[in-house]
Protein backbone atom coordinates (compact mmCIF):
# COMPACT_ATOMS: atom_id res chain seq x y z
CA UNK A 1 0.00 0.00 0.00
CA UNK A 2 1.38 3.32 -1.12
CA UNK A 3 1.92 6.11 1.44
CA UNK A 4 2.89 9.43 1.64
CA UNK A 5 6.33 10.08 2.68
CA UNK A 6 6.42 12.26 6.35
CA UNK A 7 9.24 14.77 4.52
CA UNK A 8 9.87 16.05 1.27
CA UNK A 9 13.60 16.47 1.51
CA UNK A 10 12.88 17.94 -1.88
CA UNK A 11 10.79 21.17 -0.55
CA UNK A 12 12.54 21.66 2.77
CA UNK A 13 12.88 25.16 4.08
CA UNK A 14 16.47 25.58 3.04
CA UNK A 15 17.21 25.67 6.61
CA UNK A 16 19.05 22.23 7.55
CA UNK A 17 22.54 22.42 7.56
CA UNK A 18 22.32 19.17 5.39
CA UNK A 19 19.71 18.82 2.96
CA UNK A 20 20.12 15.53 1.40
CA UNK A 21 20.29 13.54 4.61
CA UNK A 22 17.32 15.16 6.26
CA UNK A 23 16.02 13.52 9.86
CA UNK A 24 12.44 15.49 11.35
CA UNK A 25 14.63 16.93 14.32
CA UNK A 26 17.40 18.95 14.86
CA UNK A 27 18.65 21.45 16.87
CA UNK A 28 20.58 24.77 15.29
CA UNK A 29 23.31 26.28 18.36
CA UNK A 30 23.68 29.21 16.43
CA UNK A 31 23.48 32.57 18.58
CA UNK A 32 25.62 33.92 21.20
CA UNK A 33 28.61 32.36 22.18
CA UNK A 34 31.56 33.34 24.28
CA UNK A 35 34.83 34.03 22.49
CA UNK A 36 37.70 35.48 22.91
CA UNK A 37 41.31 35.70 20.93
CA UNK A 38 44.37 33.92 21.59
CA UNK A 39 47.29 35.88 19.86
CA UNK A 40 50.16 34.19 22.11
CA UNK A 41 48.27 30.96 21.97
CA UNK A 42 47.98 30.35 25.76
CA UNK A 43 44.76 28.82 26.04
CA UNK A 44 45.79 25.09 25.89
CA UNK A 45 48.61 25.42 28.29
CA UNK A 46 46.23 27.48 30.24
CA UNK A 47 43.65 25.14 30.08
CA UNK A 48 41.13 27.60 28.75
CA UNK A 49 38.80 24.47 28.03
CA UNK A 50 38.36 23.56 31.71
CA UNK A 51 37.52 27.78 32.71
CA UNK A 52 35.26 29.97 31.00
CA UNK A 53 36.58 32.92 32.95
CA UNK A 54 39.21 33.39 29.79
CA UNK A 55 36.14 33.84 27.47
CA UNK A 56 35.41 38.20 27.93
CA UNK A 57 33.66 39.28 24.55
CA UNK A 58 30.71 37.69 22.84
CA UNK A 59 30.29 36.06 19.29
CA UNK A 60 27.34 35.85 17.31
CA UNK A 61 27.53 32.22 15.65
CA UNK A 62 28.00 31.57 12.58
CA UNK A 63 29.50 34.69 11.42
CA UNK A 64 33.28 34.98 11.17
CA UNK A 65 35.30 37.41 13.97
CA UNK A 66 36.07 39.37 11.28
CA UNK A 67 32.97 40.22 9.89
CA UNK A 68 30.24 42.87 11.43
CA UNK A 69 27.62 40.43 11.81
CA UNK A 70 29.85 38.62 14.25
CA UNK A 71 29.31 41.28 16.35
CA UNK A 72 33.56 41.05 17.11
CA UNK A 73 34.36 42.88 13.34
CA UNK A 74 37.89 42.63 13.99
CA UNK A 75 39.87 41.51 10.45
CA UNK A 76 43.66 42.31 11.86
CA UNK A 77 45.63 38.63 12.35
CA UNK A 78 44.81 36.84 15.05
CA UNK A 79 45.83 33.23 14.55
CA UNK A 80 43.62 31.36 16.86
CA UNK A 81 40.18 32.06 18.85
CA UNK A 82 38.60 30.63 21.17
CA UNK A 83 34.25 29.54 21.61
CA UNK A 84 32.48 28.77 24.41
CA UNK A 85 28.78 27.51 24.50
CA UNK A 86 26.12 26.35 27.35
CA UNK A 87 24.42 22.91 25.98
CA UNK A 88 21.74 22.67 28.49
CA UNK A 89 19.07 19.71 28.70
CA UNK A 90 16.72 21.79 26.62
CA UNK A 91 19.51 21.90 24.41
CA UNK A 92 19.29 18.19 23.81
CA UNK A 93 15.94 17.25 24.09
CA UNK A 94 15.57 19.94 21.08
CA UNK A 95 17.36 17.73 19.35
CA UNK A 96 14.98 14.69 19.30
CA UNK A 97 16.60 12.54 21.81
CA UNK A 98 14.12 9.71 23.02
CA UNK A 99 14.54 6.34 23.94
CA UNK A 100 14.87 5.35 20.22
CA UNK A 101 16.84 7.45 19.54
CA UNK A 102 19.59 8.17 21.93
CA UNK A 103 22.89 9.10 20.68
CA UNK A 104 23.20 12.67 20.10
CA UNK A 105 25.46 13.89 17.16
CA UNK A 106 27.24 17.33 17.60
CA UNK A 107 27.73 18.74 13.84
CA UNK A 108 30.08 21.32 12.44
CA UNK A 109 29.00 22.58 9.05
CA UNK A 110 32.93 24.32 8.42
CA UNK A 111 35.29 25.69 10.91
CA UNK A 112 38.51 27.33 9.35
CA UNK A 113 41.01 25.60 9.42
CA UNK A 114 42.22 23.65 12.38
CA UNK A 115 39.02 23.00 15.21
CA UNK A 116 39.14 21.07 18.61
CA UNK A 117 36.45 20.59 20.70
CA UNK A 118 36.20 19.72 24.33
CA UNK A 119 33.07 19.47 26.17
CA UNK A 120 33.35 19.77 30.55
CA UNK A 121 37.11 19.64 30.04
CA UNK A 122 36.87 16.48 27.87
CA UNK A 123 38.61 16.57 24.76
CA UNK A 124 36.05 15.67 22.36
CA UNK A 125 38.28 15.70 18.95
CA UNK A 126 39.57 17.89 16.16
CA UNK A 127 39.36 18.45 12.86
CA UNK A 128 41.74 19.88 9.87
CA UNK A 129 40.04 21.61 7.15
CA UNK A 130 38.34 24.78 6.28
CA UNK A 131 35.91 23.99 3.91
CA UNK A 132 34.23 20.35 5.07
CA UNK A 133 31.75 19.43 7.77
CA UNK A 134 32.77 16.97 10.96
CA UNK A 135 30.72 15.32 13.50
CA UNK A 136 31.10 13.52 17.05
CA UNK A 137 29.34 11.48 19.04
CA UNK A 138 29.16 13.57 22.61
CA UNK A 139 26.41 11.41 24.15
CA UNK A 140 28.86 10.19 27.01
CA UNK A 141 29.89 13.93 27.72
CA UNK A 142 26.51 15.32 27.73
CA UNK A 143 25.54 13.61 31.05
CA UNK A 144 21.73 13.21 31.55
CA UNK A 145 20.00 16.13 32.83
CA UNK A 146 23.42 18.45 33.45
CA UNK A 147 24.05 21.73 31.45
CA UNK A 148 27.51 21.20 30.24
CA UNK A 149 30.20 23.37 28.70
CA UNK A 150 31.03 23.32 25.18
CA UNK A 151 34.30 24.54 23.77
CA UNK A 152 36.04 25.27 20.77
CA UNK A 153 39.58 26.26 19.20
CA UNK A 154 39.76 27.35 16.09
CA UNK A 155 43.91 28.02 14.52
CA UNK A 156 43.93 29.55 11.03
CA UNK A 157 47.57 30.70 10.84
CA UNK A 158 46.87 33.58 8.12
CA UNK A 159 51.10 33.54 7.34
CA UNK A 160 50.61 29.31 6.52
CA UNK A 161 50.51 29.52 3.01
CA UNK A 162 49.72 25.64 2.65
CA UNK A 163 46.48 25.98 4.09
CA UNK A 164 43.72 25.92 1.42
CA UNK A 165 42.35 29.58 2.50
CA UNK A 166 40.48 30.46 -1.68
CA UNK A 167 40.87 34.86 -1.76
CA UNK A 168 41.58 34.82 1.89
CA UNK A 169 44.30 37.39 1.94
CA UNK A 170 47.82 36.99 3.66
CA UNK A 171 48.50 40.44 4.28
CA UNK A 172 46.81 42.16 6.83
CA UNK A 173 44.51 44.99 4.52
CA UNK A 174 42.45 43.56 1.69
CA UNK A 175 44.73 44.37 -2.02
CA UNK A 176 43.75 43.58 -5.81
CA UNK A 177 41.33 40.23 -5.62
CA UNK A 178 42.05 39.08 -2.45
CA UNK A 179 39.59 39.37 0.86
CA UNK A 180 39.41 39.46 4.49
CA UNK A 181 40.09 36.49 6.19
CA UNK A 182 37.60 33.63 7.69
CA UNK A 183 38.83 32.40 11.01
CA UNK A 184 36.85 29.82 12.77
CA UNK A 185 33.00 28.89 12.85
CA UNK A 186 31.69 30.08 9.60
CA UNK A 187 28.74 27.51 8.83
CA UNK A 188 26.24 26.15 11.16
CA UNK A 189 26.92 24.22 13.89
CA UNK A 190 23.92 22.13 15.65
CA UNK A 191 22.97 19.06 17.17
CA UNK A 192 21.38 15.70 16.02
CA UNK A 193 19.82 13.04 17.79
CA UNK A 194 19.89 9.55 16.12
CA UNK A 195 19.92 5.60 16.73
CA UNK A 196 22.56 3.63 18.38
CA UNK A 197 22.69 2.47 14.41
CA UNK A 198 22.27 4.53 11.78
CA UNK A 199 22.54 6.00 7.89
CA UNK A 200 25.81 8.20 8.21
CA UNK A 201 25.73 9.24 4.87
CA UNK A 202 24.00 8.21 1.66
CA UNK A 203 24.94 8.95 -1.97
CA UNK A 204 23.02 9.07 -5.69
CA UNK A 205 24.49 8.35 -9.16
CA UNK A 206 21.30 8.54 -11.53
CA UNK A 207 22.12 6.65 -14.82
CA UNK A 208 19.74 8.44 -17.73
CA UNK A 209 19.98 5.91 -20.21
CA UNK A 210 19.13 2.79 -18.01
CA UNK A 211 16.58 4.91 -16.16
CA UNK A 212 17.64 3.81 -12.79
CA UNK A 213 19.86 5.34 -9.74
CA UNK A 214 22.06 3.87 -7.85
CA UNK A 215 22.15 4.40 -3.96
CA UNK A 216 25.09 3.80 -1.54
CA UNK A 217 24.42 3.97 2.03
CA UNK A 218 26.52 3.96 4.47
CA UNK A 219 26.02 3.14 8.18
CA UNK A 220 27.85 4.29 11.35
CA UNK A 221 29.09 0.73 11.65
CA UNK A 222 28.90 -3.18 10.74
CA UNK A 223 25.47 -4.47 11.91
CA UNK A 224 25.21 -7.11 14.10
CA UNK A 225 22.88 -8.74 12.66
CA UNK A 226 21.31 -8.62 9.01
CA UNK A 227 19.48 -5.02 8.33
CA UNK A 228 17.05 -4.38 5.54
CA UNK A 229 17.83 -1.40 3.39
CA UNK A 230 14.34 -0.16 2.16
CA UNK A 231 14.14 2.73 -0.60
CA UNK A 232 11.06 4.63 -1.61
CA UNK A 233 11.32 6.84 -4.31
CA UNK A 234 8.61 9.87 -5.03
CA UNK A 235 7.43 13.07 -6.81
CA UNK A 236 4.38 14.64 -5.14
CA UNK A 237 3.72 12.04 -3.24
CA UNK A 238 3.24 9.53 -6.17
CA UNK A 239 5.60 6.28 -5.29
CA UNK A 240 8.17 5.76 -8.32
CA UNK A 241 9.72 2.89 -7.40
CA UNK A 242 10.03 0.79 -4.11
CA UNK A 243 13.32 -1.66 -3.19
CA UNK A 244 14.86 -3.58 -0.52
CA UNK A 245 17.65 -4.99 0.22
CA UNK A 246 19.72 -7.40 2.73
CA UNK A 247 22.77 -6.57 4.22
CA UNK A 248 25.52 -7.01 7.03
CA UNK A 249 27.98 -4.20 5.56
CA UNK A 250 28.92 -0.66 6.70
CA UNK A 251 28.82 0.37 2.94
CA UNK A 252 25.89 -1.47 0.39
CA UNK A 253 25.00 -0.60 -2.87
CA UNK A 254 21.73 -1.08 -5.02
CA UNK A 255 20.67 -0.06 -8.30
CA UNK A 256 16.93 1.54 -8.20
CA UNK A 257 15.45 0.86 -11.31
CA UNK A 258 12.41 3.75 -12.02
CA UNK A 259 9.74 2.31 -14.33
CA UNK A 260 8.56 5.00 -15.57
CA UNK A 261 11.68 5.80 -17.27
CA UNK A 262 11.29 2.62 -19.60
CA UNK A 263 8.82 4.91 -22.00
CA UNK A 264 11.54 6.42 -24.20
CA UNK A 265 8.88 9.04 -25.59
CA UNK A 266 7.79 10.44 -21.65
CA UNK A 267 11.50 9.62 -19.97
CA UNK A 268 12.32 13.32 -20.16
CA UNK A 269 9.40 14.19 -17.85
CA UNK A 270 11.35 13.32 -14.81
CA UNK A 271 15.10 14.81 -16.15
CA UNK A 272 16.43 17.47 -14.34
CA UNK A 273 17.80 20.40 -15.68
CA UNK A 274 17.78 24.09 -14.94
CA UNK A 275 14.76 24.65 -17.50
CA UNK A 276 12.81 21.83 -15.45
CA UNK A 277 14.70 21.47 -11.86
CA UNK A 278 12.55 18.21 -11.28
CA UNK A 279 13.74 16.50 -7.75
CA UNK A 280 13.14 12.65 -6.63
CA UNK A 281 12.34 12.37 -3.08
CA UNK A 282 14.08 9.55 -1.07
CA UNK A 283 12.63 7.97 1.79
CA UNK A 284 15.31 5.54 3.00
CA UNK A 285 14.81 3.41 5.95
CA UNK A 286 17.45 0.83 7.87
CA UNK A 287 14.63 -2.19 9.16
CA UNK A 288 16.10 -5.14 11.72
CA UNK A 289 15.21 -9.06 11.14
CA UNK A 290 12.16 -8.14 13.84
CA UNK A 291 10.80 -5.66 11.62
CA UNK A 292 11.78 -2.57 14.23
CA UNK A 293 12.70 0.67 11.96
CA UNK A 294 16.46 1.32 13.57
CA UNK A 295 16.94 4.50 11.64
CA UNK A 296 15.28 6.86 8.49
CA UNK A 297 16.11 9.06 6.85
CA UNK A 298 14.59 11.37 3.83
CA UNK A 299 16.73 12.73 0.64
CA UNK A 300 16.05 13.50 -2.87
CA UNK A 301 18.42 13.41 -6.16
CA UNK A 302 18.01 14.71 -9.71
CA UNK A 303 17.97 12.41 -12.32
CA UNK A 304 20.31 13.50 -15.03
CA UNK A 305 23.87 13.38 -17.07
CA UNK A 306 26.56 15.37 -17.93
CA UNK A 307 29.66 15.19 -20.55
CA UNK A 308 31.15 16.25 -23.21
CA UNK A 309 31.46 14.98 -26.80
CA UNK A 310 31.45 16.21 -30.39
CA UNK A 311 33.25 19.84 -28.93
CA UNK A 312 30.18 20.34 -26.82
CA UNK A 313 29.09 20.59 -23.15
CA UNK A 314 25.88 17.90 -22.75
CA UNK A 315 23.49 18.11 -20.28
CA UNK A 316 21.04 14.73 -20.64
CA UNK A 317 23.03 13.91 -23.54
CA UNK A 318 21.83 16.97 -25.64
CA UNK A 319 24.12 19.87 -26.75
CA UNK A 320 24.12 22.48 -23.85
CA UNK A 321 25.29 26.43 -24.26
CA UNK A 322 26.73 27.04 -20.70
CA UNK A 323 25.91 30.83 -19.20
CA UNK A 324 27.87 31.03 -16.12
CA UNK A 325 28.85 34.06 -13.97
CA UNK A 326 32.04 33.97 -11.31
CA UNK A 327 30.20 33.66 -7.85
CA UNK A 328 32.69 35.12 -4.73
CA UNK A 329 29.86 34.07 -2.24
CA UNK A 330 31.25 37.09 0.01
CA UNK A 331 28.99 39.41 1.65
CA UNK A 332 30.30 42.64 3.13
CA UNK A 333 28.36 42.59 6.48
CA UNK A 334 29.05 38.51 6.65
CA UNK A 335 31.94 37.57 4.55
CA UNK A 336 32.21 34.26 3.32
CA UNK A 337 29.24 33.18 5.32
CA UNK A 338 26.34 33.56 4.37
CA UNK A 339 24.11 36.87 6.15
CA UNK A 340 21.06 34.22 6.60
CA UNK A 341 19.97 30.88 4.95
CA UNK A 342 17.11 32.99 3.00
CA UNK A 343 20.56 34.98 1.08
CA UNK A 344 21.26 31.66 0.00
CA UNK A 345 18.32 31.36 -1.41
CA UNK A 346 18.63 34.78 -2.93
CA UNK A 347 21.23 34.21 -4.61
CA UNK A 348 20.20 31.82 -6.52
CA UNK A 349 17.01 33.56 -7.60
CA UNK A 350 19.20 36.62 -8.69
CA UNK A 351 22.07 34.67 -11.02
CA UNK A 352 18.96 33.14 -12.42
CA UNK A 353 16.93 36.51 -12.73
CA UNK A 354 20.17 37.67 -14.56
CA UNK A 355 19.62 35.36 -17.49
CA UNK A 356 22.48 32.76 -16.54
CA UNK A 357 21.92 29.23 -16.55
CA UNK A 358 25.09 28.44 -14.44
CA UNK A 359 27.46 29.67 -11.93
CA UNK A 360 31.35 29.22 -11.19
CA UNK A 361 32.01 29.03 -7.67
CA UNK A 362 35.00 30.54 -7.15
CA UNK A 363 37.44 29.69 -4.92
CA UNK A 364 35.12 28.28 -2.36
CA UNK A 365 33.21 25.50 -1.05
CA UNK A 366 29.99 26.60 -0.75
CA UNK A 367 27.44 25.93 1.94
CA UNK A 368 25.52 22.81 0.88
CA UNK A 369 21.47 25.01 1.42
CA UNK A 370 23.44 26.73 -1.55
CA UNK A 371 23.72 23.63 -3.29
CA UNK A 372 20.15 22.49 -2.28
CA UNK A 373 18.64 26.17 -4.19
CA UNK A 374 20.76 25.50 -6.69
CA UNK A 375 18.88 22.12 -7.39
CA UNK A 376 16.05 23.03 -6.17
CA UNK A 377 15.07 26.01 -8.66
CA UNK A 378 17.71 24.86 -11.38
CA UNK A 379 20.79 26.26 -11.43
CA UNK A 380 24.04 24.25 -13.34
CA UNK A 381 27.16 24.78 -10.37
CA UNK A 382 31.00 24.44 -10.85
CA UNK A 383 32.64 22.64 -7.75
CA UNK A 384 35.70 24.82 -6.76
CA UNK A 385 38.24 24.08 -4.02
CA UNK A 386 40.19 26.94 -2.52
CA UNK A 387 43.42 27.29 -3.47
CA UNK A 388 46.81 26.67 -1.45
CA UNK A 389 49.29 29.10 -2.38
CA UNK A 390 52.71 27.23 -2.01
CA UNK A 391 53.41 23.75 -3.68
CA UNK A 392 54.96 21.41 -0.99
CA UNK A 393 54.29 17.87 0.35
CA UNK A 394 52.37 19.43 3.28
CA UNK A 395 50.06 21.20 0.76
CA UNK A 396 49.78 18.47 -1.63
CA UNK A 397 48.51 16.27 1.53
CA UNK A 398 46.41 19.40 2.94
CA UNK A 399 44.47 19.65 -0.57
CA UNK A 400 43.87 16.04 -1.26
CA UNK A 401 42.59 15.43 1.42
CA UNK A 402 39.98 18.23 1.71
CA UNK A 403 39.25 17.76 -1.80
CA UNK A 404 38.34 14.54 -1.19
CA UNK A 405 36.07 15.28 1.47
CA UNK A 406 34.62 17.70 -0.84
CA UNK A 407 33.88 15.20 -3.25
CA UNK A 408 32.70 13.00 -1.56
CA UNK A 409 30.22 15.68 0.01
CA UNK A 410 28.54 17.14 -2.75
CA UNK A 411 29.13 14.13 -5.15
CA UNK A 412 24.96 13.80 -4.90
CA UNK A 413 23.92 17.32 -5.97
CA UNK A 414 22.27 17.00 -9.94
CA UNK A 415 23.43 21.13 -9.90
CA UNK A 416 26.83 20.46 -9.67
CA UNK A 417 27.97 19.77 -13.20
CA UNK A 418 31.94 19.99 -13.13
CA UNK A 419 34.78 19.76 -11.03
CA UNK A 420 37.64 22.29 -10.62
CA UNK A 421 40.50 21.31 -8.15
CA UNK A 422 42.44 23.73 -9.11
CA UNK A 423 42.57 27.85 -10.82
CA UNK A 424 44.84 29.79 -12.87
CA UNK A 425 48.19 27.24 -11.42
CA UNK A 426 47.23 29.06 -7.41
CA UNK A 427 49.55 26.92 -5.38
CA UNK A 428 51.23 25.15 -8.36
CA UNK A 429 52.88 28.38 -10.08
CA UNK A 430 55.80 26.48 -11.31
CA UNK A 431 53.76 23.84 -12.90
CA UNK A 432 54.96 24.42 -16.59
CA UNK A 433 58.60 24.02 -15.45
CA UNK A 434 57.91 21.42 -12.75
CA UNK A 435 57.03 18.24 -13.21
CA UNK A 436 56.14 17.49 -9.48
CA UNK A 437 53.64 20.36 -9.66
CA UNK A 438 52.47 18.49 -12.92
CA UNK A 439 52.23 15.32 -11.96
CA UNK A 440 50.05 17.04 -8.57
CA UNK A 441 47.22 18.22 -11.34
CA UNK A 442 47.33 15.12 -12.78
CA UNK A 443 46.94 12.96 -10.00
CA UNK A 444 44.24 15.48 -8.79
CA UNK A 445 42.11 14.78 -12.54
CA UNK A 446 42.60 11.50 -11.79
CA UNK A 447 41.82 11.21 -8.15
CA UNK A 448 38.34 13.24 -8.90
CA UNK A 449 37.48 10.95 -11.67
CA UNK A 450 38.26 8.24 -8.75
CA UNK A 451 35.61 9.28 -6.61
CA UNK A 452 33.08 10.69 -9.48
CA UNK A 453 33.30 9.67 -13.22
CA UNK A 454 30.18 10.94 -13.62
CA UNK A 455 31.09 14.28 -14.20
CA UNK A 456 33.65 16.86 -16.27
CA UNK A 457 37.30 17.26 -14.45
CA UNK A 458 39.01 20.75 -15.32
CA UNK A 459 42.61 20.40 -13.88
CA UNK A 460 43.75 23.58 -13.68
CA UNK A 461 40.86 26.08 -14.57
CA UNK A 462 42.19 29.14 -17.08
CA UNK A 463 45.64 27.90 -18.51
CA UNK A 464 48.94 25.50 -17.99
CA UNK A 465 46.25 22.49 -18.36
CA UNK A 466 47.23 18.69 -16.98
CA UNK A 467 44.86 16.19 -18.34
CA UNK A 468 41.14 18.36 -18.49
CA UNK A 469 37.89 17.44 -19.86
CA UNK A 470 37.09 20.96 -20.93
CA UNK A 471 39.60 23.25 -21.99
CA UNK A 472 39.03 26.14 -20.18
CA UNK A 473 40.51 29.45 -21.01
CA UNK A 474 40.61 32.87 -19.39
CA UNK A 475 40.56 36.09 -21.17
CA UNK A 476 40.31 39.62 -20.35
CA UNK A 477 40.44 41.16 -23.58
CA UNK A 478 39.13 44.89 -23.03
CA UNK A 479 37.41 45.20 -26.09
CA UNK A 480 34.61 42.81 -27.90
CA UNK A 481 37.02 43.10 -31.36
CA UNK A 482 39.60 42.08 -29.52
CA UNK A 483 37.75 39.02 -27.83
CA UNK A 484 36.05 38.09 -30.99
CA UNK A 485 39.21 37.81 -32.65
CA UNK A 486 40.66 34.99 -30.63
CA UNK A 487 37.33 32.52 -30.69
CA UNK A 488 36.27 33.56 -34.50
CA UNK A 489 36.53 30.32 -35.66
CA UNK A 490 38.95 27.40 -34.67
CA UNK A 491 41.77 28.32 -36.89
CA UNK A 492 41.53 31.08 -34.55
CA UNK A 493 41.09 29.09 -31.00
CA UNK A 494 43.98 26.38 -32.18
CA UNK A 495 46.58 29.80 -32.94
CA UNK A 496 45.90 30.98 -29.38
CA UNK A 497 46.52 27.78 -28.22
CA UNK A 498 49.55 27.01 -30.29
CA UNK A 499 51.23 30.28 -28.57
CA UNK A 500 50.99 31.86 -25.33
CA UNK A 501 47.68 32.15 -24.02
CA UNK A 502 45.27 35.63 -23.88
CA UNK A 503 47.21 35.91 -19.87
CA UNK A 504 51.09 34.94 -21.26
CA UNK A 505 50.87 31.27 -20.33
CA UNK A 506 50.40 28.72 -22.36
CA UNK A 507 47.03 26.85 -22.37
CA UNK A 508 48.33 23.05 -22.44
CA UNK A 509 50.56 21.53 -20.89
CA UNK A 510 49.65 18.11 -21.99
CA UNK A 511 49.31 18.42 -26.10
CA UNK A 512 46.17 17.51 -27.23
CA UNK A 513 44.49 17.95 -30.45
CA UNK A 514 41.52 21.34 -30.40
CA UNK A 515 39.63 19.41 -33.09
CA UNK A 516 36.29 17.83 -30.66
CA UNK A 517 37.20 19.69 -27.72
CA UNK A 518 34.63 21.50 -25.60
CA UNK A 519 35.89 24.77 -25.27
CA UNK A 520 34.85 27.71 -22.84
CA UNK A 521 36.23 30.92 -21.81
CA UNK A 522 35.60 30.91 -18.36
CA UNK A 523 36.80 34.14 -16.93
CA UNK A 524 36.14 37.20 -19.27
CA UNK A 525 34.61 40.29 -18.48
CA UNK A 526 35.73 42.09 -15.34
CA UNK A 527 34.27 45.54 -16.16
CA UNK A 528 34.45 47.67 -13.67
CA UNK A 529 31.97 50.42 -12.20
CA UNK A 530 31.21 51.39 -9.16
CA UNK A 531 27.67 52.85 -8.02
CA UNK A 532 29.53 54.69 -4.91
CA UNK A 533 32.91 55.70 -3.76
CA UNK A 534 34.95 52.78 -3.45
CA UNK A 535 38.65 53.11 -2.13
CA UNK A 536 41.22 51.06 -4.42
CA UNK A 537 38.29 50.05 -6.57
CA UNK A 538 39.92 47.19 -8.73
CA UNK A 539 38.98 46.05 -12.35
CA UNK A 540 40.20 44.85 -15.92
CA UNK A 541 38.80 47.81 -17.45
CA UNK A 542 36.92 50.52 -16.28
CA UNK A 543 33.42 52.10 -17.57
CA UNK A 544 32.92 55.67 -16.80
CA UNK A 545 28.71 55.58 -16.84
CA UNK A 546 26.01 53.56 -16.91
CA UNK A 547 25.57 53.72 -20.37
CA UNK A 548 29.20 53.10 -21.01
CA UNK A 549 28.96 50.01 -18.43
CA UNK A 550 26.27 48.69 -20.26
CA UNK A 551 28.19 49.16 -23.91
CA UNK A 552 30.66 47.56 -22.82
CA UNK A 553 29.51 44.62 -20.63
CA UNK A 554 27.08 43.74 -23.69
CA UNK A 555 30.01 43.80 -26.24
CA UNK A 556 32.04 41.51 -24.64
CA UNK A 557 29.24 38.73 -23.60
CA UNK A 558 27.65 39.81 -27.46
CA UNK A 559 31.06 38.48 -28.72
CA UNK A 560 30.67 35.26 -26.99
CA UNK A 561 26.77 34.05 -26.52
CA UNK A 562 26.26 33.03 -29.77
CA UNK A 563 29.73 31.71 -31.14
CA UNK A 564 29.77 28.10 -32.71
CA UNK A 565 33.21 27.06 -31.14
CA UNK A 566 32.40 27.80 -27.71
CA UNK A 567 30.35 25.21 -25.51
CA UNK A 568 29.95 27.95 -22.58
CA UNK A 569 31.57 30.91 -21.18
CA UNK A 570 31.55 32.67 -17.66
CA UNK A 571 31.21 36.40 -16.96
CA UNK A 572 33.28 37.95 -14.22
CA UNK A 573 31.48 39.01 -11.87
CA UNK A 574 28.07 38.78 -10.07
CA UNK A 575 28.69 41.06 -7.05
CA UNK A 576 31.22 43.81 -6.54
CA UNK A 577 33.23 42.19 -3.66
CA UNK A 578 34.98 44.47 -1.10
CA UNK A 579 37.46 46.76 -3.50
CA UNK A 580 36.86 44.37 -6.91
CA UNK A 581 34.36 46.54 -8.01
CA UNK A 582 33.62 44.68 -11.45
CA UNK A 583 30.34 43.22 -10.63
CA UNK A 584 26.67 42.98 -12.42
CA UNK A 585 25.75 44.11 -9.22
CA UNK A 586 27.24 46.03 -5.81
CA UNK A 587 28.19 44.22 -2.79
CA UNK A 588 24.57 44.51 -1.69
CA UNK A 589 23.39 42.49 -4.57
CA UNK A 590 21.73 46.14 -5.97
CA UNK A 591 22.28 45.51 -9.92
CA UNK A 592 23.82 48.39 -12.06
CA UNK A 593 21.63 48.14 -14.59
CA UNK A 594 17.88 46.95 -14.64
CA UNK A 595 17.44 43.13 -14.32
CA UNK A 596 15.83 43.02 -17.45
CA UNK A 597 18.57 45.03 -19.20
CA UNK A 598 21.44 42.37 -18.28
CA UNK A 599 18.96 39.28 -18.96
CA UNK A 600 18.84 40.35 -22.25
CA UNK A 601 22.68 40.75 -22.61
CA UNK A 602 23.44 37.81 -20.74
CA UNK A 603 20.60 35.40 -22.55
CA UNK A 604 20.51 37.27 -26.07
CA UNK A 605 16.15 36.74 -25.75
CA UNK A 606 13.77 39.31 -25.03
CA UNK A 607 11.80 37.40 -22.33
CA UNK A 608 9.70 38.97 -19.20
CA UNK A 609 11.34 38.36 -15.74
CA UNK A 610 10.89 35.07 -14.75
CA UNK A 611 11.79 34.26 -10.95
CA UNK A 612 11.63 30.94 -9.99
CA UNK A 613 9.99 30.44 -7.10
CA UNK A 614 9.09 27.83 -4.44
CA UNK A 615 6.02 27.19 -2.07
CA UNK A 616 7.17 29.87 0.92
CA UNK A 617 9.21 32.29 -2.02
CA UNK A 618 10.22 35.60 -0.44
CA UNK A 619 10.64 38.69 -2.89
CA UNK A 620 14.04 38.86 -4.86
CA UNK A 621 16.31 41.88 -3.76
CA UNK A 622 15.45 44.76 -6.24
CA UNK A 623 13.77 42.30 -8.42
CA UNK A 624 11.80 45.05 -10.49
CA UNK A 625 14.58 47.90 -10.48
Known amino acids: MSRSLPISASTQGGVYPRPQLVRPDWHDLAGEW ?29 FPPESEMSGIADPGFHPVVWYSRLITPDDVAASGRSRARDRVILHFGAVDYRASVWIDGQFIGSHEGGQTPFSFDVTEALLAQKTCVLVVRAEDDPHDVTQPRGKQDWLEDPHVIWYHRTTGIWQPVWLESVPDQHIEALTWTPNVPAGSVAIEVE ?15 SVAGEILARQSFLTREPRSQATIQIAGQANGQSYETLLWSPENPQLIDAHVSIIAEDGTILDESFSYFGLRSVGVAGGRFLLNDRPYFVRSVLEQGYWPQSHLAAPSAEALRAEVELIKALGFNAARIHEKVEDPRFLYWADRLG ?42 PLNESWGVQQIAHDDAQLSFAQSLYHLTRALDPTRPVIS ?20 AEKLDAHYRDID ?47 GYTTATSPEDFRRRVSGLVGSLRDNSILSGFCYTQLTDTMQETNGLTDANRKPKLPIAVIRDIVSGEHTPLTVPTADTAFSLHSATE
Open 460 to 479: NDGWEHAVSDILTIHDYAST
Open 34 to 62: AFEHDDHDLGRSEKWFENAEHFGRVITVP
Open 492 to 538: AVRALVSGMGPAGRRLQLVPREIDGQSIMVTEFGGVSFALDDVDDSW
Open 219 to 233: LIRRPAASVTVQVEL
Open 379 to 420: LLIWGEMGSTYEFSSEAVSRVTREWTEVVRRDRSHPSIVTWV
